[in-house]
């Protein structure tokens, strides 16, 4: 996003931001939002990589109502969703939010080492918690020419183990989680981030928190007639 648009967010506050972010309407690598309104065409696709044991997930493991983000670290839109992700999850314990990453490299240049250093946090158990500071403090790291240095500061400021988190930043296995995580996105039709999987199912991305909280509960609502 171009640097005047910070300006724009701090004006308009996160609300205004989400709503800015949809009128412009991303599409693909651009990274901004898509929420299928208007003469947008409606989601497509299929999430082919059920939820396993090394998905991150926040509430509960058994639910009737899943909800998978795919997305990236330094995606401004990502940042504009984000409270109302964090928000669903705390409002709605019992279904299960799953964060996979799809970090957009050709134009986010510290969405990797990002990806990364939630990586390397997850490995001493604090994944969401990086996930977090990431996201509150994007601003902050996204201009950064070399952003591992941050990255290696935010680890410390939740108590991590600093060399630890060195060598785990730059581990393979580290990597291939990152890759693992794209390439299930790939083939499941993400062509930009946000992108949500309610239940499976692709979603255009909703334009506001009242409108996510409509698609959780009647997909609640769903699974509870379906018992």
């Not at 109502?65 to 995606?75: A, I, K, T």
């Not at 996204?142 to 630890?164: C, H, I, P, R």
């Not at 060195?166 to 992108?195: C, H, W």
């Amino acid at each position: 996003m171009k640097e005047h648009l910070w300006w724009i967010i701090a004006l308009l506050g996160s609300a205004g931001l989400l709503i800015l972010l949809v009128m412009m309407g991303g599409r693909g690598p651009s990274g901004t939002l898509n929420t299928g309104s208007g003469n947008q065409p409606p989601a497509t696709g299929t999430l082919v990589e059920a939820v396993g044991e090394y998905d991150h997930v926040r509430g509960t493991t058994e639910s009737s109502v899943q909800l998978v983000e795919y997305s990236d670290f330094q995606c401004p839109a990502c940042g504009a969703y984000h409270p109302l992700l964090k928000r669903v999850s705390e409002e709605f314990p019992d279904i299960q939010f799953v964060y996979r990453h799809f970090p957009l490299r050709s134009i986010h240049p510290n969405a990797q080492p990002a990806a990364q250093a939630a990586e390397a946090a997850a490995l001493q158990g604090r994944f969401w918690e990086m996930h977090d500071s990431l996201f509150e403090t994007q601003r902050e790291w996204s201009a950064v020419k070399d952003s591992k240095d941050y990255f290696v500061t935010l680890a410390e400021s939740l108590g991590l183990n600093k060399e630890q988190f060195l060598a785990d930043f730059e581990a393979d296995e580290v990597k291939k989680m990152i890759s693992d995580d794209y390439n299930s996105g790939t083939r499941s039709n993400v062509q930009g981030t946000p992108s949500l999987y309610l239940n499976g199912q692709k979603i255009n991305s909703p334009g506001s928190y009242d409108e996510l909280k409509t698609l959780i509960e009647n997909a609640r609502a769903d699974a509870t007639s379906q018992e």
